[in-house]
Structure formats: structure tokens, C-alpha cells
């Protein structure tokens, strides 16, 4: 199974932009969710690929996500 890595989503005034916590400086942004995901999966292909090429070895997955309701 290939390895999942979580993105950070944000709201912007004119669009969402994402980050991935687990992979610095992999971003991206979209005009509208379907944009965003589509462009994530581009940035972070490039991105693990620029690692290997230059000899990293990419981390595991290790961001973890809760989700908390207000009382």
C-alpha cells in the first residue's frame, strides 16, 4: 500500500492552500477542493521525487489528526 501523508487545508479569501506537516515546503493551492486535491497529488509526487533524486529518503508518514467537537 502506498504511503499516505495528511495535508493541512486552509481557507483563504480567494482560494484553499494546503501543506503537508510531515513534508516541508510541499504546498499547494485550488480554486476549489477537487483543484486542491488534484494539485496536492502533483506537488507531492514532484516533491517525493526531488528527494530521491538528491538522495533523501523520504519520512514515513507520522502526522496524526483528531477532530474535536466544542462543548
Do not use: W
Not at 495535508?7 to 499547494?28: H, I, K, M, T
Not at 530521491?52 to 529518503?57: D, I, K, L, S
Amino acid at each position: 500500500m502506498a504511503d499516505q501523508y495528511i495535508a493541512v487545508v486552509e481557507q483563504g479569501e480567494r482560494n484553499l492552500s494546503a501543506y503537508f506537516p510531515d513534508l516541508p515546503g510541499c504546498v499547494a493551492t485550488g480554486s476549489d477542493l477537487e483543484e486542491l486535491k488534484a494539485n496536492l497529488a502533483v506537488a507531492l509526487r514532484r516533491h517525493l521525487e526531488a528527494m530521491r533524486a538528491h538522495g533523501e529518503e523520504p519520512p514515513a508518514p507520522g502526522t496524526q489528526f483528531l477532530t474535536v467537537e466544542t462543548p
